[in-house]
Structure formats: C-alpha cells, structure tokens
C-alpha cells in the first residue's frame, strides 16, 4: 500500500453499468409512448466490474487487455466524463485526457480555431494559448493546414494537433488512450519522447496502447483487464509477459 499522500488516482472497488435496449426502436415519438407506458425494457451490461487500483504521483500505468475488456471506460471514470455505478473514484491534480479522437475539436472550424477552443475547454486563456500558439503549430507539423477545416483532417492529423495541444502544458496526470495508433511512426516516436520527457518532471501517465512494446518502452506499472475485470495488475514486464503468453 502506497502512503496515501503520494496517491493521486485511488480506484476503489469500482463496477460501471450501461443499460443495453432489448429492442429496436426506430424513431423518437416509438421511444417516448414505450418510455410513457414503460414499456421499455433493458439489459444491464456491467462494463468494469470491481475493480481497485492505486496510481502514485510520477508513475506510469498501462492498461491492457482485448477490445471490449473495459479499459477505454475505466479511463473515462477517472477523467469523469461517466461515473461509477459503484465503488469510488479519487483523483488529486489536473488532468489532460486524450481518449477520444477529434474530443474537443469543431469539425467546421480551422485548426487554427481549433487550437484557441480546444484550449479554452482546457482551461487556458486566450493569452496563454496566443503565447503557445507556435509550440502547438510546430510539434504537430501542421504549418501548411492551419486554415483548413479540421473535417478534411485525417486521423493522424487530428490526432497530432490533439496531443500537441494537451501536452503543451505538464498536466499533474496524462491519460492517452490508443489515439497514437492512427499517427507514423516518426510521430509515434516524438510522442513517445515527450512522454518520457513528461514523466521525468513528476507527471503521472495512464496509457491504453494494443501495442505491449510501447507499453514496456513507457511504463512502469500494469493494469490487465479481461471483460471488466482486473486479471492482474503489478510491475509491466511480468504482467505484459504474462498477457503475450495468455
């Protein structure tokens, strides 16, 4: 047990439930007479199921597992987008989420638009963002599109200016969830080396990748999860060695 005041993610016998409809319902006035008469039925579908976990200040987590294992949701809880249908979620320190592609971007707006809202929905003023303005540009190696609307992007491209925006700053916590996938390699890798840069300022990194490479290469710590529940979860190597052998 870590000593409570170097905990800055405290995941606490957490299950998340979705309701799934039982039936198909193909317009708004069928939804509402059922949903009047209750006639709505549906299915509980629990997507995290108990899980615990600690993260301490400056570490570096990977959560791994198959496609539906609950990983993109779990990170969703601690960035608060959803809440837990059981269980409690503590997180101490600001956090950058990068966990959907294009979140926070206008699809109508130029990137150039799209740097300044993006960073407002950060919490950062006009000022500051105008100061950084170039930093973003560069990194993201969008000087030729900055007034193109970001719908012509591609997902690499998207990808690219959002992770540039939300490492601008050194957040307390950086979650990136799978959004590197879609960028080259050479991006990947310049990604990967201000995470590393990151990580050695004291930033705290929870980091969803299909890659067991990139997770070796970035963190310390891991998180394996099988349909919702945590398999196991301790040093990265062993645990990454374990999931390959699975």
Request: hydrophobic share 40%; with cysteine.
């Given at each position: 047990?870590k000593?409570q005041?170097?905990?800055?993610i405290?995941?606490?016998?957490?299950?998340i439930?979705?309701?799934?409809?039982?039936?198909?319902?193909?317009?708004?006035?069928e939804y509402?007479?059922?949903?009047v008469k209750?006639?709505?039925?549906?299915q509980?579908?629990?997507?995290?199921k108990?899980v615990?976990f600690q993260?301490?200040?400056?570490?570096?987590?990977?959560?791994i597992?198959?496609?539906?294992?609950?990983k993109s949701t779990?990170l969703?809880?601690?960035?608060g987008?959803m809440?837990p249908?059981?269980?409690?979620i503590?997180?101490?320190?600001?956090?950058?989420?990068?966990?959907?592609?294009g979140?926070?971007?206008?699809?109508?707006?130029?990137?150039?638009e799209?740097?300044?809202l993006?960073?407002?929905l950060l919490?950062?003023s006009?000022?500051?963002?105008?100061?950084h303005?170039?930093?973003?540009?560069e990194?993201?190696?969008?000087?030729?599109?900055?007034?193109s609307?970001i719908?012509n992007?591609?997902?690499g491209?998207?990808a690219?200016?959002g992770?540039a925006?939300?490492?601008?700053?050194?957040p307390?916590?950086?979650?990136?969830d799978?959004?590197l996938?879609?960028?080259d390699?050479?991006?990947?890798?310049?990604?990967?080396?201000?995470?590393?840069?990151m990580?050695?300022?004291?930033?705290?990194l929870?980091f969803v990748?299909?890659?067991?490479?990139?997770?070796?290469?970035?963190?310390?710590?891991?998180?394996w999860?099988?349909?919702?529940?945590?398999?196991?979860l301790?040093?990265a190597d062993?645990?990454?060695?374990?999931?390959?052998k699975?």
């Amino acid at each position: 047990m870590k000593e409570q005041k170097d905990v800055v993610i405290d995941v606490n016998h957490v299950t998340i439930r979705f309701n799934k409809a039982n039936q198909k319902i193909d317009n708004l006035k069928e939804y509402f007479i059922k949903l009047v008469k209750r006639e709505l039925m549906f299915q509980e579908f629990l997507a995290v199921k108990d899980v615990s976990f600690q993260v301490g200040r400056g570490e570096a987590w990977g959560l791994i597992g198959t496609n539906g294992s609950g990983k993109s949701t779990i990170l969703k809880a601690i960035s608060g987008i959803m809440k837990p249908y059981k269980g409690t979620i503590t997180v101490k320190g600001s956090i950058a989420p990068l966990i959907e592609l294009g979140a926070g971007f206008d699809g109508n707006l130029t990137a150039r638009e799209n740097i300044f809202l993006n960073g407002c929905l950060l919490g950062h003023s006009e000022k500051y963002m105008q100061e950084h303005f170039e930093e973003i540009v560069e990194f993201a190696e969008l000087w030729d599109f900055l007034d193109s609307p970001i719908k012509n992007y591609s997902s690499g491209m998207r990808a690219r200016l959002g992770f540039a925006i939300a490492t601008m700053v050194k957040p307390d916590i950086l979650i990136v969830d799978e959004v590197l996938a879609v960028g080259d390699y050479k991006f990947r890798q310049k990604c990967e080396q201000r995470m590393s840069e990151m990580l050695e300022s004291g930033t705290t990194l929870l980091f969803v990748s299909h890659s067991i490479d990139e997770v070796k290469r970035l963190c310390d710590h891991v998180l394996w999860l099988d349909k919702g529940t945590a398999v196991m979860l301790g040093a990265a190597d062993d645990i990454c060695d374990a999931y390959m052998k699975r």
